[in-house]
């Protein structure tokens, strides 16, 4: 498989539970993003990762957790959510984390938390 | 504060029509600039970016735009649009200062929606 993919495409889970969402990149890319689009918000960047290490952190609640295993996996540990965290999930690579780089971004988890 | 404004939320416009999309940023230091398509339940994909050099940019699918340094605006145009057009288009923007790190900061997006 190509490409930046993303477990699973979608999500529906209480205000207690916690999940975890998955990103893949096949591309060989040293950076990896998450980022939050919400229905009439600009997409909001949650997290960066370089080479492993979390770079940016961009004020995201602590119900919020990435890990960064390796290179090419990029998670998003979730619990205790609230309704307004329901939104498209996307993740993103990138050669490197610098500013003129592409990013190649995966197809997104909907998560509906209720 | 570092910003980026689409100014038309949604376009509808006629198959074989143009279309244009306006994005502007408030910044007074270098950029890099991008324009991204999401199509129906699919990510972001790049179109086009400057970097540097020519103002203009041509992009996949017969998409350009304009760096306008003076107007801190990055149009993008298609002089014949198709069905296939209809998605969503974000501006982007990497600002070159130290506060701003390496990060994007995106536009609210245009809806294109292309009638037959």
């Known amino acids: 498989e190509t490409g930046v993919t993303q477990t699973p495409r979608h999500l529906v889970m209480g205000m207690t539970n916690k999940k975890s969402l998955k990103c893949e990149q096949h591309l060989g890319h040293n950076a990896m993003y998450w980022y939050k689009q919400s229905a009439k918000k600009p997409l909001e960047l949650m997290f960066v990762y370089s080479l492993e290490e979390r770079v940016e952190n961009n004020s995201v609640p602590s119900r919020f957790s990435p890990e960064c295993p390796n290179s090419s996996h990029l998670f998003l540990h979730l619990h205790t959510l609230q309704p307004e965290d329901s939104a498209l999930y996307l993740c993103?690579?990138?050669?490197?984390?610098?500013?003129?780089?592409?990013?190649?971004f995966g197809p997104g988890t909907r998560l509906l938390v209720l | 504060a570092q910003s980026v404004t689409q100014l038309d939320s949604q376009v509808p416009v006629f198959e074989e029509a143009p279309v244009e999309l306006r994005c502007n940023y408030s910044?007074?230091?270098?950029?890099?600039l991008f324009w991204y398509v999401q199509y129906p339940n699919q990510g972001l994909q790049l179109l086009l970016k400057y970097l540097s050099g020519s103002t203009l940019v041509k992009g996949i699918n017969g998409f350009e735009a304009e760096f306008n340094k003076s107007q801190t605006s990055f149009h993008l145009r298609k002089p014949s649009v198709h069905i296939s057009d209809t998605a969503e288009y974000f501006c982007?923007?990497?600002?070159?200062?130290?506060?701003?790190?390496?990060?994007?900061?995106f536009g609210g997006g245009t809806r294109v929606l292309v009638k037959p």
């Open positions: 993103a690579s990138s050669p490197s984390p610098a500013g003129q780089e592409t990013q190649y």
């Open positions: 982007a923007v990497s600002f070159l200062i130290k506060a701003a790190g390496n990060k994007l900061t």
């Open positions: 910044s007074s230091v270098s950029v890099y």
